[in-house]
T-cell receptor, first 113, second 111 residues
Framework: RKEVEQDPGPFNVPEGATVAFNCTYS??????FFWYRQDCRKEPKLLMS???SGNEDGRFTAQLNRASQYISLLIRDSKLSDSATYLC??????????????FGKGTKLTVNP | DGGITQSPKYLFRKEGQNVTLSCEQN?????MYWYRQDPGQGLRLIYY???????QKGDIAEGYSVSREKKESFPLTVTSAQKNPTAFYLC??????????FGSGTRLTVV
């Protein structure tokens, strides 16, 4: 089983749509969770951290279910500027003194006018 | 402004040639990392360093080497032993308080 698995996508949605991305992780000892956004040929940038209680930032809502080892990202009222690849990232904790981030392959989203 | 600078943005390597990718940060972060990204794939860890003069192999270290002589600098050398070096290389640094920051990447192509 792969460490971090995401919906393979791609997702093509119209402006204003609601879209949800799912992610599962295999290491039950994982400590923290993130969604990153990566634009074409650019570096990943932190979109939001994911907390057990769920958290919201404007149109974006992230959820974590530790029992099911499942993370989700919901985008409401999609904008053209939301078009990007969304990476699910899991921090498996310290290894030799350094944190180990494990990245999913990403799910590509295209929002169409 | 604080950040991470990677250079060059694009790099072409001939078969059998070693090339070095630069990564410099002025964020005063202790930890630095090198990742490789292939098309349609997630980032894979090559090497990481927690402190000056110390570094550890990541998941795909074969064919790569690094040094950490200064806190600010963590260069990556892609050696001739790396048989498939064409990829997008990302450098990152991290702090416990602010998490990860990535450089803008170097796109390496074998010609």
């Amino acid at each position: 089983r792969k460490e971090v698995e995401q919906d393979p996508g791609p997702f093509n949605v119209p402006e204003g749509a609601t879209v949800a991305f799912n992610c599962t992780y295999s290491n039950s000892a994982s400590q923290s969770f993130f969604w990153y956004r990566q634009d074409c040929r650019k570096e990943p940038k932190l979109l939001m951290s994911v907390y057990s209680s769920g958290n919201e930032d404007g149109r974006f809502t992230a959820q974590l279910n530790r029992a099911s080892q499942y993370i989700s990202l919901l985008i409401r009222d999609s904008k053209l500027s939301d078009s990007a690849t969304y990476l699910c990232v899991v921090n498996e904790g310290a290894q030799g003194g350094s944190e180990k981030l494990v990245f999913g392959k990403g799910t590509k989203l295209t929002v169409n006018p | 402004d604080g950040g991470i600078t990677q250079s060059p943005k694009y790099l072409f390597r001939k078969e059998g040639q070693n090339v070095t990718l630069s990564c410099e940060q002025n964020l005063n972060h202790d930890a630095m990392y090198w990742y490789r990204q292939d098309p349609g794939q997630g980032l894979r860890l090559i090497y990481y360093s927690q402190i000056v003069n110390d570094f550890q192999k990541g998941d795909i270290a074969e064919g790569y080497s690094v040094s950490r002589e200064k806190k600010e600098s963590f260069p990556l050398t892609v050696t001739s032993a790396q048989k498939n070096p064409t990829a997008f290389y990302l450098c990152a640094s991290s702090s416990p308080l602010y998490g990860y920051t990535f450089g803008s990447g170097t796109r390496l192509t074998v010609v």
